[in-house]
């Protein structure tokens, strides 16, 4: 084993120059969300079997599936990586990235992000560091810190880095999520340029236009760009979402449906977003007065084979929200029990749930049952602690909507204006707040 240095200069301990090029692909890889993934792992434990990065790395990507199984996989791998580095002299780095892989492990999230942050400040191109901690910092709704943790490095990238527009892409998301939409799609529309296969920033350029109630604009931007994504894991499905979600703001459901039905509900659905997708369309499509129930059960199953898992506390809120929905009661009453148990184990989601998750997973159920004054109980309270679940402003707008349908089936008038008006002030392009405003205030003439 000797000391390498990668593209982006950061050290890295490996048996050969070939092992860390095909590190360096298999990171390429996971920046293009590509499906050759798995094979380029392949490529790489075949070349190099003990290489402490590549272990920290493929634990990282299985952890990413957020399921138990894949949970325990990413431990062994740990493990091994840990052996490894008892037996050779490693880098500082490398140490630094195997406590951030323990801590995530155990579940402590924000530990995790603080040790991929500690490693940046010596290390700003280590691109494993970047997307680890924009990843978890998402998933604790922290749209500042994934900002602020982008901002520090950014005087280390340019053009002439390799890999600069994945990066510049993830900084465009960070931005748009945390508000500042102009200087976010600048650089998104600038990556996509220079790769328009870049499906995550053409993704955060469509988050824009999605804030800024741009629908036709995002569904012409993401139709243009489909055509490259043919070699992009499931990920692509999230992205064909969001064309969804540009139909339904130009009020064609019937286009929604086909979406839903053609790209986004296929039959390569695995993952906890493909789920999340389908159970928060459908509902979108459901609330657009659509009926759904045929495809319900669909996206049910998916849920129910990911119930035990426990992953990301975003993931069981949209477990709860299909079993609801395709009228799965007795699933969806084991399902809180068992989120109950979940609640009281140590780490960040387990925390997360017990403040708010499981509220919101009652909150869908007493939606899907109709039960309006529930809803409101148990939403109203604590609307502002959503964003903790993590996802998007975009995904989480699915809960503020159910909020305000169900006050406005209370016909709770005022209330309703109120929050309509609060949310106009965060998102002035939220058309569905617009719509309903619009009507409220005809009333209130
Ligand atoms: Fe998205």
Known sequence: MSEFQDRWGCPVTAGS?????AYEETILSYLAMQTDIADRLDSLFALDPSMPMAMIL???????????EMQETAVSLALQAHECVAKIPVTDRESAHLSALNAWLEGEMETACMRWEAILIDHPRDVLAIKLSQLNRFYLGDAGQMRDALARVWYAWDNSVPAY?????????ALEESGAYERAERLGRDAVALEPADIWSAHAVAHVLEMQGRAAEGLEWL???RKHWGAVHNFVHHAHWHRALFALGLGDTANALAIFDGDVWTDKVADYLDLSNGASLLWRIQEAGIDTQDRESSVAK?????????GLVFADCHIALSLAQAGCMEDVSDFLDELDRFSGKPGTQSRVMADIGRMLCMASVADAAGDAQGVVDLMLPCRHDIRRIGGSHAQRDLFYRMLVRNILQLQQVPLARALLSERLEVQ?????????????????C
């Open 428 to 444: 002035a392009g939220d058309y569905w707040a617009q719509e309903k405003q619009a009507a409220l205030s005809s009333e209130f």
């Open 17 to 21: 120059q070939d092992a860390v090029i």
């Open 302 to 310: 998916l849920a129910k084979a990911l119930s035990r898992d426990h």
């Open 223 to 225: 139709n243009n760009l």
């Open 165 to 173: 527009g994945f990066i510049a892409g993830s900084y465009a998301f």
């Open 58 to 68: 493929k634990a990282s990507l299985v952890k990413m599936l957020a399921t138990a």
